[in-house]
């Protein structure tokens, strides 16, 4: 740095090649200030700068950190908890259809269903906690603009089939359009068929050994399911077979 010279305007520097070239041009001498003030000027310009930037961008984090929290809205309750849904939600019974409810909803969507027996109601109860004995499953029966729902209640302690239900979505909202509440029954879906299993008991068998086993196969026409195939298979006979009364639907 000893090389660098200034000129009169302070705008250019020479090396020391190029001292006496300028008349204006002064050389550092014993006499003369060094270039530390120079240096000190920019150094505090510098952090002048800096101190400026960072002021900037932590104004900038926190206009942008402040409304996180405004933006995603309050946090709503875990329906699986059963906690109450927002008022401005559709009602369970009729939810939308844009989105398959979760096993609390469907226990929902069951209780506030009109064709549905008191007596399920009163028996669909949390068997742990929030843990309601239902399955639930999704898929296509109806030909409908959005998945069918399919519900099955079960029994807490042994998970027998108590009733089981089909829920079809018409404009916009979910309505029962298949039930069976003899229990013990469970009901699924195979192929676009909705296949029905009812086991049958004798006045004397355990609930692990049933006399019989009815499976029976609906499909869906004219806006209603129609029993397509029924099989019977007795427990003590297997090689008989007969249809069996198909569930009111």
């Known amino acids: 740095m000893r090389g660098l010279g200034t000129t009169a305007g302070g705008t250019g520097h020479t090396d020391r090649g190029d001292r006496g070239t300028d008349g204006d041009s002064a050389e550092i001498g014993p006499d003369r200030p060094g270039p530390t003030p120079v240096r000190g000027t920019i150094q505090a310009a510098f952090t002048a700068v800096a101190v400026v930037v960072a002021l900037a961008l932590f104004v900038s984090s926190c206009a942008t950190g402040g409304t996180g929290a405004r933006d995603e809205g309050p946090a709503h309750a875990d329906l699986a908890g059963g906690s109450a849904v927002s008022s401005s939600r559709a009602p369970m019974a009729t939810p939308s259809a844009s989105a398959a409810p979760d096993p609390m909803q469907a226990v929902r969507l069951v209780k506030a269903d009109p064709k549905v027996s008191g007596q399920v109601k009163r028996e669909l109860q949390p068997c742990v906690s929030d843990d309601y004995p239902v399955d639930v499953s999704y898929g296509e029966l109806t030909g409908g603009p959005a998945e069918d729902i399919v519900v099955n209640v079960l029994s807490c302690g042994d998970s027998v089939g108590v009733a089981s ?44 050994n049933p006399s019989s086993e009815n499976v029976i196969s609906y499909l869906w026409k004219s806006g209603r399911f129609v029993r397509e195939d029924a099989t019977r298979t007795e427990y003590g006979n297997l090689g008989g077979g007969d249809e069996s009364a198909a569930p009111d639907g």
Do not use: C, M, W
Not at 178 to 205: C, S
């Open 165 to 208: 239900y089909v829920y079809q979505e018409q404009d916009g909202e979910y309505r029962n359009v298949f039930q069976a509440e003899e229990p013990p029954v469970y009901a699924e879906i195979d192929h676009g068929y909705l296949v029905v299993t009812e086991q049958v008991y004798a006045k004397d068998d355990a609930l692990s």
